[in-house]
């Protein structure tokens, strides 16, 4: 079945230094999704990519749909300590709607 | 996250008996889906309604089943718990371009 990987599982950055997240899928996506979470809370949507190739920006973020559409990234520029939290990526499926989340990673920013 | 509602916000149960956990998405939003969440682990898709149909299911035994109503408010229903049910159980409200999870519901099953 449907499998999304994400790396690293952990990420322990200095304040100020940038930060990537990387996730792959074992099949197609028809759209991917990138989440924040903090501890105690509950998943945040941060936004959807669809179409293959896709780049979007939000301030700091930078997030990638990769030409294949199976795989993405999330890189943060110069992180801050707000940026604290495990982000999680998450991908439908080209036949169902079935959402499979990644992993996820836990950033760590230290001040 | 912008408006979805989750109750009982934390239950404690015995093995063996059922829950009933509800959620109302965001006015506009026809679909819902249910996760289980494990600490320390990513959101685990169980099922995802839409107009009331279910369009989507996860690997979770029949114990658990859902249905949705027609003012698209949810229900997810867990038999027979388990030590293992315990976990966040998280409802999202999902429009064509995003997808936004309420606070959830924390099930301790002892």
């Known amino acids: 079945g449907q499998q999304v990987m994400q790396i690293p599982q952990y990420q322990h950055v200095q304040e100020g230094e940038d930060f990537t997240t990387y996730c792959n899928s074992s099949?197609?996506?028809?759209?991917i999704q990138w989440y924040k979470q903090r501890p105690g809370g509950h998943p945040v949507f941060l936004i959807q990519?669809?179409?293959?190739?896709e780049v979007k920006k939000q301030k700091r973020l930078t997030f990638q749909f990769g030409e294949a559409k199976k795989n993405s990234s999330l890189h943060i520029t110069a992180t801050q300590t707000t940026d604290v939290g495990t982000y999680f990526c998450?991908?439908?499926?080209?036949?169902?709607?079935?959402?499979?989340f990644g992993a996820g990673t836990r950033l760590f920013v230290k001040a | 996250d912008a408006g979805v509602t989750q109750s009982p916000t934390h239950l404690i149960k015995t093995r063996g008996q059922h829950v009933t956990l509800r959620c109302s998405p965001i006015?506009?939003?026809?679909?819902v889906s249910w996760y289980q969440q494990v600490l320390g682990q990513g959101p685990q898709f169980i099922f995802q309604?839409?107009?009331?149909?279910?369009?989507g299911r996860g690997n979770f035994p029949d114990r658990f089943s859902a249905r949705q109503f027609p003012n698209y408010s949810s229900e997810l229903n867990v038999n027979a718990l388990l030590l293992g049910d315990s976990a966040l159980y998280l409802c999202?409200?999902?429009?064509?371009?995003?997808?936004?999870f309420g606070p959830g519901t924390r099930l301790t099953v002892t």
């Open positions: 006015s506009g939003h026809k679909s």
């Open positions: 999202a409200s999902k429009g064509p371009y995003e997808q936004y």
């Open positions: 998450a991908g439908e499926g080209m036949r169902g709607f079935k959402t499979i």
């Open positions: 309604y839409y107009e009331k149909e279910e369009r």
């Open positions: 990519l669809v179409k293959s190739g």
């Open positions: 099949t197609t996506l028809s759209n």
